[in-house]
């Protein structure tokens, strides 16, 4: 199976019960920002720039932890920001998964070790020191680091557990030059996978997320889906880059680089995304084989974005997570009923080829529009057996080709453009050579 059985048979139970129920609208996925901060400044995204006015401020625990009650999905994906920096996310976790819900923890992967050191300080006894040897000689810790964790944890604080119901979901949008390109610092790449790879050997489930973007090399992602294969990666989302207002003017006023250079239209992504399909039999691909048929251009969808609903430091954000209508409500509203009331979803998305709004010409992003196969909004016949076949059948063999993979490429100069970087590149002085195999850091 895809997901394993128990959380599979959690998310079709959901959909049953407000099918039976005839419930016009409902929560699948929260999609929960308890705060804005980041520690990078990735190229395509427009959060920072859209939130400038509130990067200091955070939701509080038992705000999270309401809002989830609030709107009683499945599942609920912490993001942000980065927000592994919010200083209870450990508890907010411990805290949605005793509500009984599926966490997706979105991240940079730049604190993923550290959270996993706390964890292993917190059950710290002579028993874990064969583990603690096998990390050291992985050269995922240090010796300071086993030192720290044979002291234990000092205080009685919650920390970030190994769970069947919790996934570490690292944001990678490709190998090691392109990703460290797009997120604008060297060496993130390296440390996401000495994060992942700590990660499996720890027991804690781990999936990748990628954007693809107008110069992403299909070949390059499932170059990385084979690599990731290898490391035994539980699954991956995959999305194609959206130009949404925040990020086409960060593009603009922060790079000063034109956003059709860099974002994908409907017809781009049809091309980029033709191979999705087989991708999902080769590689464990979350979602719906209806959403992959949309990607590759063989149907239409329509946007069910209110299933997938955005909860943050303002309140309930409308009409999705991209997208803010200021000239309502200031794009917020205080409740997630009213949200779902007050809002003409009818006024948004894509029907039959035209665009309600402009705004939604070019997006097929999987918030949007992976909901929509699961829920059947635009259904044909045969579209539940491909969705319990995909979701139900055997997980994809692990591909030991992708150890072949150069998956540490080389550095990255420039920001987030491509083309400019590689030319540069080939005329730099000393580009520093990097290791075939990360390190840990010390």
């Not at 959690?10 to 409902?26: M, N, Q, S, W």
């Not at 064969?130 to 050291?136: A, C, F, I, N, S």
């Amino acid at each position: 199976m895809r997901f394993p059985l128990p959380l599979t048979a959690k998310i079709a139970g959901h959909i049953i019960k407000h099918k039976l129920r005839r419930t016009p609208k409902f929560a699948m996925v929260l999609q929960l920002e308890p705060l804005h901060t980041c520690n990078l400044t990735c190229t395509g995204c427009g959060r920072i720039r859209e939130y400038s006015t509130s990067l200091k401020d955070m939701m509080s625990l038992e705000d999270c932890l309401e809002s989830a009650n609030e709107c009683d999905a499945p599942m609920v994906s912490i993001c942000g920001g980065e927000p592994l920096i919010h200083p209870e996310i450990d508890a907010m976790i411990e805290g949605i998964l005793e509500q009984g819900r599926v966490v997706y923890v979105c991240t940079n992967g730049m604190f993923m070790r550290k959270k996993m050191k706390a964890y292993l300080a917190s059950v710290y006894s002579p028993t874990l020191e064969p583990k603690l040897r096998e990390l050291l000689n992985a050269d995922l810790i240090s010796e300071k680091d086993i030192e720290k964790i044979r002291q234990g944890k000092k205080d009685n604080q919650p920390v970030i557990r190994p769970s069947q119901w919790m996934y570490w979901n690292v944001h990678i949008d490709g190998l090691e030059y392109t990703h460290d390109l797009i997120v604008e610092r060297e060496g993130v790449f390296k440390e996401c996978v000495l994060a992942i790879r700590m990660a499996k050997m720890l027991g804690y489930q781990v999936a990748t997320n990628t954007t693809v973007y107008k110069e992403t090399e299909m070949t390059e992602i499932e170059d990385m889906f084979r690599y990731f294969s290898a490391l035994e990666v539980d699954g991956h989302t995959i999305s194609p880059g959206y130009d949404y207002d925040a990020a086409k003017k960060d593009m603009q006023k922060r790079l000063g680089k034109d956003p059709d250079e860099f974002f994908l239209t409907r017809e781009m992504t049809r091309q980029k995304f033709a191979n999705i399909e087989d991708w999902g039999r080769r590689f464990t691909i979350f979602g719906t084989p209806v959403y992959q048929e949309f990607l590759a251009g063989h149907r239409e969808l329509t946007c069910t974005a209110w299933a997938i609903p955005t909860r943050n430091i303002a309140g309930w954000k409308a009409p999705c997570y991209l997208m803010t209508d200021y000239a309502k409500s200031d794009g917020h509203y205080p409740t997630y009923q009213e949200m779902l009331d007050k809002v003409d979803w009818d006024s948004y998305g894509v029907v039959d080829g035209e665009a309600r709004d402009p705004r939604c010409e070019n997006c097929m992003v999987h918030c949007g529009y992976d909901p929509s196969g699961a829920l059947g909004t635009c259904y044909e016949r045969g579209d539940n057996w491909k969705n319990f076949k995909y979701n139900f059948g055997a997980r994809p063999a692990v591909d030991k080709s992708g150890l072949e993979v150069d998956a540490f490429n080389g550095c990255t100069v420039g920001k987030g453009h491509l083309a400019e970087a590689k030319a540069a590149i080939q005329s730099a002085d000393g580009c520093r050579e990097t290791e075939a195999e990360p390190t840990a850091a010390k």
